[in-house]
């Protein structure tokens, strides 16, 4: 009875040890695609082929920002040495957002330095990330090539402390993701946080090893540190991995002086004409950055993007799993679509490289929304109207005495060219009653209705309602197309 029952797992782990053996490894795990082994923590870097060609010159700024008028809504990483102490330090929970645990717990470079040691993501696996990225419906994708900690997570010649040189794990992951998005035709950017370094003497943000950031920048030091290492890096960054589409800097300090911010700009026209520049270089970019999670109230003209997080931190916290429902995150896509912005959403993978699961899973259900309902916000216009964003309260007074701004949320509404799309979350009973516009309606339809059959209009005291038979409703949102007589609403 005992051998009998012995003997068919002695057979299985001698064929795996085989099977392992003759994949250089002594323990491979099921279900990693064989890029890796969590057990012995060897790692395999997929066949790297050469990359696309840079861009050419753009002819116009209109042409320059095209792919991103069209984009809306792209794909935010952090992922850096923080996500392996994850939000706790030396046992104890460190408030705030989690890449900034080294300036939380004011932990000194020497002791952060240790973290590259350990740092050996076996699971990550850029096929994977890029594939979420598509499945979820984002255009583009925008990973930390060194946050404020100052550690390159690529292969840099600039500096030692890199995730190839420095680290156990000996692969250059955005190289490896340079490529996977060339394959899905994904916008590929780099973050990259200019002024704050707080592993560099002359880098801005450590005060506790370094002293105050006043002096840094009075004596010399600044100028060294950006000269030495984040202009070469940043130069690297638009040398070695194919066509950027955007560089994404942070927190600028004082870089209106001595040109510091005029020669990132330098840079990025030199290597890549075609790359943009956010809104947060400290000088002038191709479009405005609002702040952190901050959807404008009303809509704003010119190009403009909300950076957003999915829960409360940019890089992972083990501790944050309050993560935004699908709806809500279809929501506030729309919401900013409708505004005239882009989204752009974040993840925080793990020290294994992966990104939590339920994150995931969050974002593939707004995919699936949008793989149908797509065409209502990829290249939309803004809304024409406006009312549907809100109100002042008559009651409620901020600190200031000032009304508060109650935001509705029960449709919004973005364009084409002769077509309207309302995206309706609360759909009322009685059906949506269109908001006033004097353009003929040549026809509705439901955007998820494939054979675009005319939903019926009443008009009760010039209001103009629309419903939609409950057998065609979607649970999360639902869009009507209206198509008008003209190409621009007439109110
Ligand atoms: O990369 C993400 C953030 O790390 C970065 N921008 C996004 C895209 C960012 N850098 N600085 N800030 C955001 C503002 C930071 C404010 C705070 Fe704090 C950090 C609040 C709590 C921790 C600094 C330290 C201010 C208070 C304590």
Not at 33 to 46: L, R
Not at 144 to 173: C, L, Q, W
Not at 421 to 436: A, C, K, S
Request: hydrophobic content about 35%; charged content about 20%; some cysteine.
């Amino acid at each position: 009875m005992k051998t009998r029952s012995v003997f068919p797992f002695v057979l299985l782990c001698l064929s795996a040890l085989a099977f392992a053996l003759l994949d250089g490894c002594a323990t491979r795990q099921m279900g990693c695609g064989g890029s890796c082994c969590t057990v012995c923590a060897v790692s395999k870097a997929p066949e790297l082929t050469p990359l696309p060609p840079i861009l050419p010159a753009p002819a116009s700024q209109d042409e320059k920002m095209a792919w991103f008028r069209e984009a809306k809504y792209g794909l935010f990483i952090h992922w850096g040495l923080y996500c392996q102490p994850a939000g706790e330090w030396k046992g104890k929970p460190v408030a705030g957002i989690g890449e900034w645990i080294m300036n939380r717990a004011q932990i000194p470079v020497t002791e952060y330095e240790g973290l590259a040691k350990t740092f050996n993501p076996v699971q990550f696996d850029a096929e994977a990330w890029v594939q979420m990225a598509q499945d979820a419906g984002m255009k583009y994708i925008v990973i930390t090539s060194k946050h404020h900690e100052g550690f390159a997570m690529y292969h840099s010649a600039v500096s030692p402390y890199n995730i190839y040189d420095a680290t156990p794990f000996h692969r250059d992951p955005i190289r490896e993701l340079a490529q996977a998005c060339a394959k899905h035709g994904i916008k590929f950017g780099f973050y990259y946080s200019q002024s704050q370094d707080w592993h560099e003497p002359g880098g801005m943000g450590n005060t506790w090893d370094f002293g105050p950031d006043d002096a840094k920048d009075k004596d010399g030091a600044y100028d060294k540190y950006l000269q030495e290492k984040a202009e070469p890096q940043v130069a690297e960054l638009l040398q070695n991995y194919g066509p950027v589409c955007l560089m994404w800097f942070d927190t600028a300090r004082v870089m209106n002086v001595n040109n510091r911010g005029q020669r990132f700009v330098d840079l990025v026209h030199k290597y890549q004409p075609a790359c943009l520049i956010d809104g947060r270089l400290g000088v002038k970019g191709d479009y405005s950055s609002t702040g952190d999670n901050v959807i404008p109230s009303e809509g704003e003209q010119g190009d403009w993007e909300v950076p957003a997080t999915v829960n409360h931190t940019w890089g992972f916290k083990k501790d944050d799993t309050d993560w935004k429902a699908a709806g809500d995150i279809l929501f506030k896509l729309v919401d900013v679509a409708s505004k005239g912005g882009n989204y752009l959403l974040n993840v925080g993978p793990t020290s294994a490289g992966v990104v939590p699961a339920e994150c995931k899973s969050n974002l593939l259900t707004v995919g699936r929304w949008l793989k149908v309902n797509g065409e209502a916000v990829y290249g939309a216009g803004r809304s024409p109207f406006g009312d549907e964003f809100g109100d002042f309260s008559t009651k409620l007074k901020d600190a200031n005495g000032k009304p508060v701004y109650l935001e509705f949320t029960d449709w919004r509404c973005t364009t084409k060219p002769g077509k309207l799309y309302f995206t309706v979350f609360r759909m009322p009973r009685g059906g949506f009653q269109l908001p006033d516009f004097k353009n003929e309606i040549k026809k509705a339809y439901v955007l998820s209705d494939p054979e675009q059959a005319d939903l019926s209009i009443t008009t009760t005291n010039d209001i103009r309602q629309i419903a939609i038979p409950r057998e065609k409703q979607n649970s999360m949102a639902n869009t009507i197309v209206v198509e008008i007589a003209g190409d621009q609403v007439e109110r």
